[in-house]
């Protein structure tokens, strides 16, 4: 896709990034793992490109398929989102975040995002906190993505974190302890679901 439809520096969570993070790619490590938590393969990849090693069975890319306008109607999907603002599009990554949480809820998908740590950020406490089931906020000093089909050796600047929203926990974490800690999101979860009664009950 092209790059002239993202601008070239991006603030992200309060700090610069260049477009060329939007094309980041998956590192093998990470494909296998996610591929080991769906039982071998992954249905759905919404927004791929032609140096992604992910091969899912299918595969949305720009610009015959824009992954936010399809639907998601797929068993297992896993997100390695533009991180920055698509200004082309009016999309951000919150846009992306909030997808997943609607493919959840809409069709039960079990689904895995791989996103910087942008704890102080709305998509995290709207997307991440309350809604997602874990989380693995991976050990890499600097993520080494693959840029073109080459691992980028400089790495990442930013923290990354692998999101699970699923009903395997125990899968996510066998196969993610080796890459980070993980956490389990439940009882967040079930926290929010009461603020929602409370408030219903108080003003419903
Ligand atoms: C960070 S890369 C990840 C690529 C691949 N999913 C992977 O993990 O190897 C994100 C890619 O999303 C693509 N993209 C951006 N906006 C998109 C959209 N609206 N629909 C589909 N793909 C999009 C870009 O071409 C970019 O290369």
Known sequence: MSMELFSPVTDFAGRSVHSQSQHWCTPPQYVDAVKRVFGGEIELDPCSNEQSIVHAKYEFKLPEKDGLVQEWDFASVYVNPPYGADRTRGTTIRNWLAKCSFTRTEYGAQIIALIPVAT?????????????????FLFDTRLRFLVNGNTDNKGAPMACAMIYWGDFFCQFETVFKEYGAVLSLESLKKNKKMDRQMQMSLFG
């Open 120 to 136: 102080n950020t709305l998509h995290w406490k709207k997307y991440v906190f309350g809604d997602a089931d874990a989380i693995c």
